[in-house]
């Protein structure tokens, strides 16, 4: 992949709306991916379309819902949709390269809850049926294909920052069976909190974490970070947990993991459905020691697979998630209309 993978981007449209993303926030990913595919200093950049095995639409989410919607009156998606739709419009009618795949070539990226959307709430269904779309949001009972779509990261990004694992305390003194801090966010959340918050000294569950005690620092004397859906299913601290060397239990249902392609996600986290919300101590205990320490070697080794590099490096969260794209490119002949 690495020496003929190529990547077009469209240079149609303005900023902020196209050509430009957040990279902070946990929209952060979409600016950041953006910003490595247009600056051109990637051997992924195709430098003449003709080159490509695929095709960006730099449309940057994030950025149509926080200048269009302000002030935010509406939840409704129809100006989202319509300017998609128009730019989606302009570079088929203007370029070959839409029409003769009908879209199954081209990829949209974004971590903004809304993204899904842009499809599934389109009144014009057929224009995006075959277009990559690679999402936080891999809900796969909202239309979610992960045959078709690519499953990203949600990261907490800090403006033109790397982003690296910190490892954490060794498994020996991870004193904290498992650590949870969050507000009341959706359905999940609000049953963890309402179960096990302030109930259990080995499961650490805070809505607010007191002030004498740290985020990150809990997240690195844990054994287990619990990381529930909010209301989309995917979330900051998965990543997190990650960098910080806890084994992630993702509480999330119907959920596509990033990177599953690749990475075996029962070999470094935990699965658990949200109905055994109740049963979170006994399964987390149930772990052997042995398991538990395979585990743990095992988020240090992908630790890599998510990092988050300027200017981007080989393996890292930049490549994952052009390697699944690549993946799904491979496939293309089969889902052509």
Same mark, same amino acid.
């Given at each position: #992949?690495? %020496?003929?993978? %190529?990547?077009? !981007?469209?240079?149609?449209?303005?900023?902020?709306?196209?050509? &430009?993303?957040? !990279?902070?926030?946990?929209?952060?990913?979409?600016?950041?991916? #953006?910003?490595?595919?247009?600056?051109?200093?990637?051997? /992924?950049?195709?430098?003449?379309?003709?080159?490509?095995?695929? /095709?960006?639409?730099?449309?940057?989410?994030?950025?149509?819902?926080?200048?269009?919607?302000?002030?935010?009156?509406?939840?409704?998606?129809?100006?989202? +949709?319509?300017?998609?739709?128009?730019? !989606?419009?302009?570079?088929?009618?203007?370029?070959?390269?839409?029409?003769?795949?009908?879209?199954?070539?081209?990829?949209?990226?974004?971590?903004?809850?809304? $993204?899904?959307?842009?499809?599934?709430?389109?009144?014009?269904?057929?224009?995006? %049926?075959?277009?990559?779309?690679?999402?936080?949001?891999?809900?796969?009972?909202?239309?979610?294909?992960?045959?078709?779509?690519?499953?990203?990261?949600?990261?907490?990004?800090?403006?033109?920052?790397?982003?690296?694992?910190?490892?954490?305390?060794?498994?020996?003194?991870?004193?904290?069976? $498992?650590?949870?801090?969050?507000?009341?966010?959706?359905?999940?959340? &609000?049953?963890?909190?309402?179960?096990?918050?302030?109930?259990?000294?080995?499961?650490?569950?805070?809505?607010?974490?007191?002030?004498?005690?740290? =985020?990150?620092?809990?997240?690195?004397?844990?054994?287990?970070?619990?990381?529930?859906?909010?209301? &989309?299913?995917?979330?900051?601290?998965?990543?997190?947990?990650? =960098?910080?060397?806890?084994?992630?239990?993702?509480?999330?249902?119907?959920?596509?993991?990033?990177?599953?392609? +690749?990475?075996?996600?029962? %070999? /470094?986290?935990?699965?658990?459905?949200?109905?055994?919300?109740?049963?979170?101590?006994?399964?987390?205990?149930?772990?052997?020691?042995?398991?538990?320490?395979? #585990?743990?070697?095992?988020?240090?080794?992908?630790?890599?697979?998510?990092?988050?590099?300027?200017?981007?490096?080989?393996?890292?969260?930049?490549? #994952?998630?052009?390697?699944?794209?690549?993946?799904?490119?491979?496939?293309?002949?089969?889902?052509?209309?």
């Amino acid at each position: #992949m690495v %020496k003929r993978f %190529k990547v077009w !981007t469209y240079w149609e449209g303005e900023p902020p709306l196209v050509h &430009e993303g957040p !990279t902070e926030s946990i929209y952060g990913i979409e600016g950041y991916f #953006m910003q490595e595919v247009e600056k051109g200093n990637t051997s /992924f950049s195709a430098s003449q379309p003709d080159e490509a095995h695929v /095709f960006f639409l730099p449309i940057s989410v994030s950025n149509i819902v926080s200048r269009l919607y302000r002030p935010l009156v509406t939840y409704a998606r129809d100006l989202l +949709v319509t300017t998609v739709n128009n730019y !989606t419009h302009l570079i088929s009618h203007k370029h070959p390269f839409w029409n003769r795949t009908n879209g199954a070539d081209h990829l949209l990226l974004s971590c903004h809850d809304w $993204a899904p959307d842009i499809s599934k709430e389109n009144p014009d269904k057929q224009l995006y %049926k075959n277009i990559i779309r690679a999402l936080c949001n891999a809900n796969k009972s909202e239309q979610f294909n992960p045959s078709k779509d690519v499953s990203i990261p949600e990261i907490n990004l800090r403006a033109s920052e790397s982003s690296h694992p910190r490892q954490g305390q060794h498994p020996e003194n991870r004193s904290v069976l $498992a650590f949870f801090a969050g507000g009341i966010h959706g359905s999940i959340r &609000e049953t963890l909190i309402q179960t096990w918050k302030g109930k259990d000294k080995q499961l650490q569950v805070y809505e607010q974490l007191p002030p004498n005690l740290n =985020y990150l620092e809990m997240m690195e004397r844990s054994k287990f970070c619990l990381c529930p859906s909010g209301f &989309e299913v995917a979330s900051p601290r998965t990543v997190e947990a990650i =960098y910080a060397g806890c084994v992630p239990v993702i509480i999330a249902d119907a959920y596509e993991p990033p990177f599953s392609d +690749v990475l075996d996600w029962s %070999k /470094f986290s935990l699965r658990i459905p949200s109905e055994k919300i109740w049963e979170l101590k006994k399964v987390l205990q149930s772990v052997e020691e042995g398991k538990y320490l395979r #585990m743990q070697r095992r988020v240090i080794q992908v630790q890599r697979h998510f990092e988050v590099n300027r200017p981007a490096k080989a393996y890292d969260v930049f490549h #994952m998630i052009l390697h699944s794209v690549w993946l799904r490119r491979i496939n293309i002949s089969s889902i052509r209309a």
